[in-house]
């Protein structure tokens, strides 16, 4: 009788059925989602603040004179709500009734047509009539930039867009106008909405009044065929979801994914597919005195392969640089074949990074997620999270605001979206406080400390703070998968071209080759990659298959495994890694080539043993340390202008390089 009890004073009623309640602190929508019990919402988004503007979300509670919005609820024990009365239809026709009192009539020129809540939701519980017969109002279009397209008049002041702009990314640029029939959204100053995560607010919108300016009548969402895939573009391997029309990539979304990315995305992964519509080398080209021509395949190869033939018997220096975008399988290729020619001399295209490989810890986040922007006080070296993991900084943003955590920057100054201390510029004054030297060391002490840097020699700075500090952990914030994928493979970083180098390959999107723009220099270079680059000194062009457009496997920052199919079919001019390299074994050596599972099976039985830990510090030094060795004036510089164009690749999308244009001179640059 007891536990029967103390069960009632934990149920309530839901549409008369009992429901045992174990989160007191959820509000009555979100318990209603948790028993699959549908309820319209248009301004409700389970990763922003409650606004409760729609009224969509009506449900009945029994002794309550009037119906309550569900969504800023509370849960009472014992309270009978009813979700389906016929009070509750009859509120939720008239306030669908009501906005779309204004709302225009366009939806076969709207983009949003296909996947719009308010569509769906006028077909379920709208009317089939309208009472309204005065004349509509009209809004007029903000100008938003290059990624987002207004028709403001349809507008519903639903505010997502407000407080995603708000809450995640810390930029209140978006905002209420007027009163009544006069209110609408606007920009308080003439000025472009410029941010790494803007285009998420096209997601956001319910309505056709925010959608995607580069898409703009392109498709319609019934054409397109979707596709899972990661952003390779950023450490954590946020989920996306591409969608094709043919073999066309159209567009790419968020996929959902609570642990990693929410539901953002950044404007980076959302644009740069473009740039392969763009500058994009289908054809072998040879350089001939100051101009470029296009030649045969057969004529790439045998001009390659006599200059590696020739190199390999004489034994002079052949030097292989592995790029961006480059996946495990090509990695695990290029071993393979170059252990067969006796070319060992393999680097990745990093020449700012010196890291110890023995240990895993130097070059992955090692927090999960939730307990990095938990932590009591967040220490960025040399770390610009906005430039670097955009998504990463949204979830820091949100973690600052909702609490107490103490946020530190050592290195160049540039603007943060959260409140922060500048340290200073090199490693000199962080040492001061990490010896007890500084005003804010008392703050430090027993307290979680996190250490996210973003060069990968601070692990040196690592090691003197385990020292002095307790509890304090390390994460790498890589530039992209490849920095990692290569690193775990054990590939060492570039630090300089060979004094006496004779050919120079290298292979996938790399800005080296502004190293080699001397015209004297005397050793032949080879580009294997999606794109070309006028004046950029290589003597040769091979193209490439781009990430689309084969079977990719790629490591996060987290060592997780990412399998990704191929999206699209090859361009049949160019050529995978494997088959480049296929036909150059048979000129170099009369060894037969194997099968390509076979080579990618030789990296998953070798590469990566199953029980490794690779969470916890396994190093640590015993020993007084020299501080002359961690008093190095380093200085980054940051170029925040230049976030959509830190690679060619991206450097070729139009619309990430009309944001970098925008930015540039734009009057919120200073607030970026």
Not at 445 to 464: E, H, P, Q, W
Request: aromatic share 12%.
């Amino acid at each position: 009788m007891k536990n029967n009890i103390q069960n009632s004073d934990q149920i309530i009623y839901i549409n008369n059925k009992v429901v045992q309640v174990t989160d007191w602190t959820i509000s009555l929508l979100q318990q209603c989602e948790l028993l699959n019990i549908s309820i319209p919402r248009f301004c409700y988004h389970e990763l922003l603040s409650i606004a409760g503007n729609c009224r969509m979300c009506l449900v009945e509670i029994k002794n309550v004179l009037k119906p309550v919005i569900a969504c800023a609820t509370s849960l009472t024990k014992g309270m009978h709500v009813f979700t389906h009365s016929e009070l509750v239809i009859k509120a939720r026709e008239n306030i669908m009734e009501f906005l779309l009192i204004n709302h225009p009539l366009d939806c076969p020129i709207c983009d949003q047509g296909g996947e719009c809540d308010l569509q769906d939701q006028t077909m379920v519980y709208g009317s089939d009539k309208g009472r309204f017969k005065e004349i509509k109002r009209s809004v007029e279009d903000k100008n938003l930039g290059p990624v987002v397209k207004t028709i403001m008049t349809r507008c519903i002041h639903c505010t997502r867009c407000i407080r995603f702009a708000d809450e995640l990314l810390k930029m209140p640029f978006l905002g209420t106008m007027g009163r009544g029939n006069d209110t609408e959204i606007g920009t308080y100053y003439s000025d472009y909405f410029l941010n790494e995560l803007s285009g998420n607010i096209i997601d956001l919108c319910p309505v056709g009044a925010l959608t995607s300016k580069p898409y703009a009548f392109r498709a319609r969402p019934w054409e397109l065929t979707s596709v899972k895939g990661i952003d390779i573009l950023d450490p954590l391997g946020s989920f996306l979801q591409i969608d094709l029309k043919g073999n066309e990539v159209f567009r790419i979304l968020p996929r959902r994914n609570g642990v990693i990315n929410d539901q953002w995305i950044s404007d980076k992964a959302r644009f740069s597919f473009e740039s392969f519509c763009f500058k994009r080398l289908v054809f072998p080209m040879m350089k001939f005195i100051d101009t470029y021509v296009l030649i045969s395949w057969k004529l790439g190869f045998q001009i390659l392969a006599s200059k590696l033939n020739e190199d390999f018997i004489l034994g002079k220096d052949v030097q292989f640089i592995i790029g961006d975008f480059i996946d495990l399988i090509d990695i695990n290729i290029l071993y393979y074949f170059t252990s067969l020619w006796g070319m060992n001399d393999i680097s990745f295209a990093r020449n700012e990074m010196s890291i110890n490989m023995d240990y895993r810890y130097t070059w992955l986040l090692n927090n999960r997620i939730n307990k990095l922007i938990n932590s009591s006080n967040i220490i960025f070296f040399n770390c610009n999270p906005k430039l670097q993991c955009s998504v990463l900084n949204a979830k820091f943003n949100k973690s600052v605001s909702n609490n107490p955590i103490m946020v530190y920057h050592v290195g160049s100054f540039y603007p943060h979206s959260y409140w922060h201390v500048q340290i200073g510029i090199n490693n000199n004054n962080f040492i001061k406080i990490i010896k007890g030297k500084n005003s804010i060391c008392s703050k430090l002490i027993n307290t979680k400390i996190s250490l996210v840097s973003g060069m990968m020699n601070a692990t040196d700075i690592y090691y003197f703070c385990s020292h002095y500090l307790e509890n304090i952990s390390y994460s790498y914030v890589a530039e992209n998968l490849s920095v990692i994928n290569s690193i775990e493979y054990g590939v060492n970083t570039f630090t300089k071209i060979s004094a006496n180098m004779r050919v120079l390959y290298i292979i996938g999107n790399t800005d080296i080759y502004e190293n080699m723009k001397d015209p004297i220099h005397t050793y032949f270079s080879i580009l294997q990659s999606t794109h070309f680059y006028d004046n950029s000194g290589i003597d040769l062009f091979l193209p490439i298959d781009s990430f689309y457009e084969k079977e990719n496997i790629y490591l996060d920052s987290n060592l997780t495994m990412n399998h990704l199919e191929q999206v699209i079919d090859h361009t049949p001019t160019t050529k995978s890694l494997f088959n480049v390299f296929q036909v150059l074994n048979g000129l170099l050596t009369p060894s037969q080539t194997p099968s390509i599972e076979k080579i990618i099976n030789l990296y998953f039985s070798v590469k990566i043993p199953s029980n490794v830990s690779h969470y916890q510090t396994t190093y640590k030094l015993s020993t007084r340390l020299n501080l002359s060795m961690y008093t190095i004036n380093y200085y980054y510089n940051w170029n925040d202008a230049n976030f959509s164009q830190n690679s060619e690749l991206f450097a070729n999308s139009p619309t990430l390089r009309e944001i970098t244009y925008n930015l540039k001179s734009s009057s919120i640059f200073g607030q970026y």
